[in-house]
């Protein structure tokens, strides 16, 4: 699904999967309002619980249990216990299939 453009210009997850966008009423009538209340809407906003599965959605944030899904196939795909696998970079390993 495409991620909608609009919304990619306007809206940010923050790394706690939560949605930064702009404060309102930031671009007109600005006269009456004092400056601290226009230094105050300029720093970004956090959108409300109530809008953020829809701003997700749009933006193509994997949905929570997709994120589940995932965690708990990559937790059964390790190594098996037995195998041991060298170090990166490790010359021992290179040379013991060299030899033969």
């Known amino acids: 699904m495409k991620t909608h453009s609009g919304a990619k210009k306007r809206?940010?997850?923050?790394?706690?999967?939560?949605v930064r966008g702009r404060h309102a009423f930031t671009s007109h009538i600005l006269e009456k309002k004092s400056p601290k209340r226009k230094r105050?809407?300029?720093a970004p906003a956090l959108l409300s619980e109530d809008d953020t599965p829809r701003i997700k959605r749009m933006l193509g944030a994997p949905s929570k249990?997709?994120?589940s899904a995932s965690k708990a196939s990559r937790g059964a795909s390790s190594t098996s216990p037995g195998a041991t696998a060298a170090p990166r970079g490790s010359r021992a390993a290179a040379k013991k299939g060299a030899g033969k």
């Open 11 to 18: 809206f940010k997850l923050t790394a706690t999967g939560k």
């Open 40 to 42: 105050a809407l300029g």
């Open 65 to 67: 249990s997709a994120r």
